[in-house]
C-alpha cells in the first residue's frame, strides 16, 4: 500500500490564481480530511468527507472547496489563492469515525507558497 | 467546543534526560486522545492513543495516561535520544452523540530538540 500520497510536494502560486492540491489513498477508507498547518497553531481542519459524495466543512473553510467523487480521491481546490492560504498542508484519511478504529493517517504534506 | 492546550516550546534536552510534555484538553463526553509526532521535513505519525480513562498509551518508550479527572494526557519519556527530535501533537477526537464527533483537534505542537 502507497498509503496516502499527496501532490505536490512544493507550489508557489501568485495572489488570485487557482489550483488543486491532490491526495489519494489506497486503504478503502471511508474518512478523508484537509488541515492546514501554520506556525504555533497546531493542524486546523479545512474540510472532511465521510464518504463519496458527502463532504462538510471544517474549522477554517473560507477559501477552499472539496469534492469527493470516489472513495480514493480528495481534492482541495483554491480557487483565488490569497497570501494568508501560505501554509502546509496535510491530507489524513482513517477507517471510519467509530473510536475502536480511529487512528487517522496522513500524507507527506504540500508546502504552499502564495505570493 | 473543543480544545486542547500543549506546554510551550521549545523543548531542548541532552540526551537520555526525561522527558514531560503537557497536555490538558476540553471537551464533552469522553473524546479519544493521541499523541502525533512529526519528523523534520515528514507528515504526522501516530504515536500512541488512549480511548477511555485511565487508559495508557505507550510506543517506542512513550508513554501518556488518560486523566479524566485533572482533562489531561501528558506524553513522557524516560530516557531521550538524539532520534526522537521532532515536533510533537497532541490531540483529540470527539465522542459520539457531539457536533465533534470523528473530528481531530490539534494542540499547537512543542518541538523537541535533543543534542548528544
Known amino acids: 500500500n502507497a498509503g496516502v500520497t499527496q501532490t505536490p510536494k512544493f507550489q508557489v502560486l501568485k495572489t488570485g490564481q487557482s489550483m488543486t492540491l491532490q491526495c489519494a489513498q489506497d486503504?478503502?477508507?471511508?474518512?478523508m480530511s484537509w488541515y492546514r498547518q501554520d506556525p504555533g497553531m497546531g493542524l486546523r481542519l479545512i474540510h472532511y468527507?465521510?464518504?463519496?459524495?458527502?463532504?462538510d466543512q471544517g474549522e477554517v473553510p473560507n477559501g477552499y472547496n472539496v469534492s469527493r467523487s470516489t472513495t480514493e480521491d480528495f481534492p482541495l481546490r483554491l480557487l483565488s489563492a490569497a497570501p494568508s492560504q501560505t501554509s502546509v498542508y496535510f491530507c489524513?484519511?482513517?477507517?471510519?469515525?467509530?473510536?475502536?478504529?480511529?487512528?487517522?493517517?496522513f500524507g507527506p504534506g504540500t508546502r504552499l507558497t502564495v505570493l | 467546543g473543543n480544545s486542547v492546550t500543549q506546554m510551550e516550546g521549545p523543548v531542548t534536552l541532552s540526551e537520555e534526560a526525561f522527558l514531560t510534555i503537557n497536555c490538558t484538553y476540553t471537551?464533552?463526553?469522553?473524546?479519544?486522545l493521541f499523541w502525533y509526532v512529526q519528523y523534520p521535513g515528514e507528515g504526522l505519525q501516530l504515536l500512541l492513543k488512549?480511548?477511555?480513562?485511565?487508559d495508557k498509551g505507550s510506543n517506542k518508550g512513550f508513554e501518556a495516561t488518560y486523566r479524566k479527572e485533572t482533562t489531561s494526557f501528558h506524553l513522557e519519556k524516560g530516557s531521550v535520544q538524539v532520534s526522537d527530535s521532532a515536533v510533537y501533537f497532541c490531540?483529540?477526537?470527539?465522542?459520539?452523540?457531539?457536533?465533534?464527533?470523528?473530528?481531530?483537534?490539534f494542540g499547537q505542537g512543542t518541538i523537541l530538540t535533543v543534542h548528544p
Open positions: 489524513a484519511s482513517s477507517y471510519s469515525k467509530r473510536r475502536d478504529t480511529d487512528t487517522q493517517y
Open positions: 486503504m478503502n477508507h471511508e474518512y
Open positions: 468527507s465521510v464518504g463519496a459524495g458527502i463532504t
Open positions: 471537551a464533552t463526553g469522553y473524546p479519544s
Open positions: 488512549a480511548t477511555k480513562a485511565d
Open positions: 490531540a483529540l477526537r470527539g465522542s459520539a452523540g457531539g457536533t465533534s464527533y470523528g473530528k481531530l483537534t
